[in-house]
């Protein structure tokens, strides 16, 4: 089955350091997300991304936060200048329509510790 | 704020048990609900829900939608031990999905 691969698996940063964080999307998939889990606490939507542009972002996705698909197959998030409260599990999702019916299809998480 | 709520928040019951989980929601103009299972990292999709009054079966799992009621359950009878995790449902909007607290359910032997 095809599936939504991320990497790393886990980063170590220290805090005010630039992470990027990769996915690579099931090959046939148009619309792209970032979540974020902090430990214990729910699954928070942060960015939708569709033909090369963001389609909708959250509160929590702020300057420090980009997205950007490079190459047509990757799919990134850069986290500009790391805070403590970054550290959580961030998951890549595509799907291939979005609020049609379609279902979420995730990454297996890149853990990020801030330090 | 656009929520979504689930319920309880966790729940214990011993193997042969039958569950049943609750979301609720805020929004009425959605296109999909979905349920999810996240035992130790990234959720595992369920069902997805996108017309009331109609169950979705997966063995031992359902689970129906209630547009009238903003409202879905999911149902798990003879539960066993594999069944320990915790469970999202999601609400699909425009161009993001908004999951719920989640419902930890732990099943003991």
């Known amino acids: 089955e095809p599936e939504v691969t991320q990497t790393p698996s886990h980063q170590v940063t220290q805090m005010g350091q630039e992470v990027i964080l990769r996915c690579v999307p099931i090959s046939n998939h148009l619309y792209f997300y970032w979540y974020r889990q902090i430990l214990g606490q729910k699954v928070e939507f942060l960015v939708s991304f569709y033909n090369n542009e963001i389609s909708e972002k959250s509160e929590i996705f702020d300057d420090q936060f980009s997205v950007e698909r490079p190459d047509g197959s990757n799919f990134t998030l850069k986290i500009r200048s790391t805070k403590l409260e970054d550290s959580a599990m961030y998951f890549c999702a595509s799907s291939e329509e979005t609020g049609l019916g379609e279902k979420l299809f995730f990454g297996s998480g890149t853990q990020l510790s801030v330090l | 704020e656009d929520k979504v709520v689930q319920s309880p928040l966790s729940l214990v019951v011993h193997e042969g048990d039958t569950v049943t989980l609750n979301c609720s929601y805020e929004?009425?103009?959605?296109?999909?609900l979905l349920w999810y299972k996240q035992e130790k990292k990234a959720p595992t999709f369920l069902f997805m829900l996108t017309s009331s009054g109609i169950e979705k079966k997966s063995g031992r799992l359902s689970s129906i939608l209630d547009k009238k009621e903003l409202s879905s359950i999911l149902n798990i009878t003879a539960t066993q031990t594999g069944d320990s995790a915790i469970y999202l449902c999601?609400?699909?909007?425009?161009?993001?999905?908004?999951f719920g607290t989640g419902t930890r359910l732990k099943v003991l032997a």
């Open positions: 929004v009425t103009n959605f296109r999909s």
């Open positions: 999601a609400r699909g909007g425009t161009y993001k999905y908004i």
